[in-house]
């Protein structure tokens, strides 16, 4: 069992009070869970991991698999101790191994989209990467919530990194977000803003079609009420999530969409 723990405390090393960490528990035994050691280093002219909330989501692919767990309180720094010093909320997500190691290119902390784009809360400044994380079920893709990109509005991107079938040759495809991963622009996102989409995230073939794939999240302050909206590759161009269908929430800040999961209730897959 994986168990995140956004409040744990800091290793010494990283020059925190609080970081949040990922801990392993083995449900035959009696013995405490133990600490998965991973992002215990901090450079603090870029960086900082105070009250990061590492451990926030955690997700796994199952067995064989690859895990993937994010601090979306990571900031990144600039200028640090002058009068131009400024700290981006941007988020950050690491991936591991089945063994809880970093034992690959696909593994370690370079999970962090929003990094090195242009800053501000209007823009990636105030991403909050990792509030909700996932796989979809077929393990193609990784798919991330930042609901405090584009002054809240939020966004959904999902990155292929299966380092099995690149080994067969079926090459990487994407990565695709609302907004455009080439547009980048905030006109595109389906939610006004200060809605948090990329809030929960969930994913399933069949929802709307046979064998294509829909992208389900949250934004739970959409229209002052939620909103779940269900999203697809297209145009595959432009590497777009657009929306396929956007269900409302019903009551006056009912927070709908805070949290969602795709399931067949009638079993017709």
Same mark, same amino acid.
Do not use: H, Y
């Given at each position: 069992l994986l168990v995140g723990a956004p409040r744990a405390?800091?290793?010494?090393?990283?020059?925190?009070? +609080? !970081?949040?960490?990922l801990f392993f528990c083995d449900i035959t035994s009696t013995a405490p869970c133990e600490r998965v050691?991973?992002?215990?280093s901090v450079d603090l002219q870029v960086e900082s991991k105070e009250n990061q909330?590492?451990? +926030? !989501?955690?997700?796994s692919q199952g067995p064989g698999g690859k895990v993937v767990t994010c601090a979306h309180r990571y900031e990144r720094r600039r200028f640090v101790n002058s009068a131009q010093e400024s700290r981006d909320i941007t988020g950050r997500c690491y991936m591991l191994s089945q063994d809880l190691t970093i034992s690959d290119d696909m593994d370690g902390g370079?999970?962090?989209?929003?990094?090195?784009?242009l800053r501000g809360h209007e823009k990636f400044g105030s991403c909050q990467q990792g509030v909700a994380a996932t796989f979809t079920k077929d393990y193609h893709y990784v798919v991330f919530g930042a609901p405090g990109t584009y002054n809240w509005k939020g966004i959904v991107r999902a990155e292929h990194r299966n380092s099995t079938l690149l080994d067969v040759g079926i090459l990487e495809d994407g990565p695709y977000e609302t907004g455009g991963e080439t547009k980048r622009s905030?006109?595109?996102?389906?939610?006004?803003?200060n809605s948090y989409l990329g809030f929960s995230l969930d994913s399933g073939k069949g929802i709307t079609s046979k064998n294509e794939m829909t992208f389900v999240s949250g934004a739970p302050r959409a229209n002052h009420s939620g909103a779940v909206v269900l999203l697809k590759k297209y145009p595959p161009n432009e590497r777009m999530l657009s929306p396929e269908f956007i269900f409302q929430g019903e009551g006056l800040a009912s927070s709908f969409g805070y949290d969602v999961?795709?399931?067949d209730l009638n079993s017709d897959r």
């Open positions: 405390k800091a290793f010494s090393t990283q020059k925190a009070n +609080v !970081s949040g960490g050691m991973f992002d215990e909330w590492m451990g +926030v !989501s955690v997700q370079e999970w962090n989209f929003c990094d090195g784009r905030a006109d595109l996102v389906p939610v006004p803003a999961a795709v399931i």
